[in-house]
């Protein structure tokens, strides 16, 4: 009897402790959402149209795990979107019309990209400017130099580097391992190591960091050279699954990938947040995508849906803040 009711006991406990897991209302929604979609399409659950989920949604979430970390410090990033084309446009460049080789590039597009992560957090610690005003400003700058290298005009990539944005292993497309890959480092990073752990200080109080000895500038920077390689890379998943590099390619996934961060759970006033919970907004937001294509409604619907969910998760956010508060 004693074991029987130790056993119930334990049980009881594991369950108090989910309910209590972070994430648990989010992986919730995307579970009920996904429950939904399987009574109402047949071909929700089939295997081609997971991995279009899946592959559609990777590089919001790859995006999202470093707009996440941006967010946590108490920052924002609305220059990704345009990064992100900016690198794809110099990766065709590159690969197309100078033939260097695909692992040069490659590293050539991940240190450009940490490059403008760098000045972004540069101009934000050292000369004072606001992220917002600071991200938009390099936006534009993006924005402009993906114009003025291209005339507007498209560029093909015709190179090994289009497999890592349209090739598979296996049935399992690759964008697809890697957004798996880029999330359990990300997780990693920000549970295990004390550079990760030190976002969660600076974004809680900047001051009180400093005073214990974290250097808050070092950190910020680090984050947005960390935001800057992600859209490096994303840039090149995105070109290599068009098989080519759009000058306006990359518009409005910044606010995809706030979206995700946000629904994800992480605090817009910093301090708070995890990858995990990012990943699962990001699958959420990639469901719901797929589920008005399937059941044929406007994508006009799908735009208001999304908003909707944003203002829910503020709301949320606001709302838990106000308790902690008092």
Not at 32 to 39: D, E, F, S, T, Y
Not at 157 to 180: F, H, Q, R, S
Not at 183 to 192: D, Q
Request: include cysteine.
């Amino acid at each position: 009897m004693d074991t029987i009711g130790e056993n119930a006991k334990a049980r009881v406990l594991n369950i108090r402790r989910l309910f209590k897991f972070k994430e648990f209302g989010i992986l919730m929604a995307l579970v009920v959402l996904c429950i939904a979609m399987m009574i109402a399409s047949p071909y929700f659950l089939t295997t081609g149209n997971i991995f279009n989920v899946l592959r559609q949604f990777s590089i919001y979430a790859i995006l999202a795990v470093g707009q996440a970390m941006i967010i946590i410090i108490g920052g924002l990033d609305l220059s990704v979107g345009t990064v992100m084309g900016l690198m794809g446009v110099l990766c065709a460049l590159f690969s197309t019309t100078l033939g260097l080789s695909p692992f040069l590039v490659f590293f050539m597009i991940m240190i450009c990209g940490s490059v403008f992560g760098a000045v972004n957090g540069l101009l934000i610690t050292k000369i004072g400017v606001n992220p917002f005003i600071t991200t938009l400003g390099m936006q534009y700058i993006a924005r402009a130099i993906s114009l003025l290298i291209t005339g507007g005009i498209p560029i093909w990539l015709e190179t090994g580097l289009a497999d890592i944005g349209g090739g598979y292993l296996g049935p399992i497309p690759i964008p697809v391992l890697i957004m798996a890959g880029i999330a359990l480092i990300g997780i990693v990073f920000t549970t295990k190591t004390v550079a990760g752990r030190n976002l969660y200080a600076v974004g809680s109080n900047a001051q009180a960091a400093n005073l214990s000895g974290i250097r808050t500038d070092r950190v910020k920077i680090m984050a947005y050279m960390i935001m800057g390689i992600l859209a490096g890379l994303s840039g090149i998943i995105l070109t290599g699954t068009l098989k080519t590099a759009e000058p306006t390619a990359g518009l409005g996934y910044e606010m995809q990938a706030i979206a995700a961060v946000i629904i994800g759970g992480t605090s817009l006033s910093g301090g708070e947040g995890s990858i995990l919970g990012v990943v699962i907004g990001a699958a959420l937001m990639g469901v719901l995508r797929n589920s008005f294509v399937l059941l044929h409604l406007s994508s006009y619907w799908q735009v208001l849906s999304v908003g909707v969910v944003i203002i829910l998760a503020v709301s949320m956010d606001s709302l838990k803040s106000k308790k902690r508060n008092r």
